[in-house]
T-cell receptor, first 113, second 113 residues
Framework: DVKVTQSSRYLVKRTGEKVFLECVQD?????MFWYRQDPGLGLRLIYF???????EKGDIPEGYSVSREKKERFSLILESASTNQTSMYLC????????????FGPGTRLTVT | KQEVTQIPAALSVPEGENLVLNCSFT??????LQWFRQDPGKGLTSLLL?????REQTSGRLNASLDKSSGRSTLYIAASQPGDSATYLC????????????FGQGTTLQVKP
């Protein structure tokens, strides 16, 4: 069965802290994505990666960076967390072949105080 | 710029009713369209994916249709149950894109016993 896991379901951090969110998929997918979801704004793409060490900016990359050192793992980094980064963060993955169906993890609810 | 709209934003129906959720998109140049379900505080679960060359897909009590030329998709839920209560999101994958999905804001469905 398809599986995307995220390192934490809930996270509380202080303003200015460096925050790491990890995502792991076990489907050997080439593509991985980080979204954030906010009421009234829907899902917005932060970054995505189509191969190891490759990354592309999404719609709202400011304040974030990513790392993909292994195919199965995609990390989202908040260099200096701010209160406006309080949100639900969702990771997803998809193959580069066939249906390109996107599979999502359970999400991380991040609160920055 | 591709935009995806879902109407209505919220829907409440009695158990057993058949219902239709609507999704419209502004640019017909899409690779596929995906319907997701999201329970409160959780990640997204893929329900159905329709390729641009297809007209419909079925899974159990769910049927999704696609009319690419008019920029519309519908998700039909037969014999609704309280367990169907969730937010339903549609997302389009633009043609020629490596993987980015454009999401609608979702329709929150409540099925009353």
């Amino acid at each position: 069965d398809v599986k995307v896991t995220q390192s934490s379901r809930y996270l509380v951090k202080r303003t200015g802290e460096k925050v790491f969110l990890e995502c792991v998929q076990d489907m050997d997918h080439e593509n991985m994505f980080w979204y954030r979801q906010d009421p009234g704004l829907g899902l917005r793409l932060i970054y995505f990666s189509y191969d190891v060490k490759m990354k592309e900016k999404g719609d709202i990359p400011e304040g974030y960076s990513v790392s993909r050192e292994k195919k199965e793992r995609f990390s989202l980094i908040l260099e200096s967390a701010s209160t406006n980064q309080t949100s639900m963060y969702l990771c997803a993955s998809s193959s580069s072949w066939g249906l390109l169906e996107q599979y999502f993890g359970p999400g991380t609810r991040l609160t920055v105080t | 710029k591709q935009e995806v709209t879902q109407i209505p934003a919220a829907l409440s129906v009695p158990e057993g009713e058949n219902l239709v959720l609507n999704c419209s998109f502004t640019d017909s140049a899409i690779y596929n369209l995906q319907w997701f379900r999201q329970d409160p505080g959780k990640g997204l679960t893929s329900l159905l994916l329709i390729q641009s060359s297809q007209r419909e897909q079925t899974s159990g009590r769910l049927n999704a249709s696609l009319d690419k030329s008019s920029g519309r998709s519908t998700l039909y839920i037969a014999a609704s149950q309280p367990g169907d209560s969730a937010t339903y999101l549609c997302a389009v994958r633009p043609a020629g894109n490596t993987g980015k999905l454009i999401f609608g804001q979702g329709t929150t469905l409540q099925v009353k016993p």
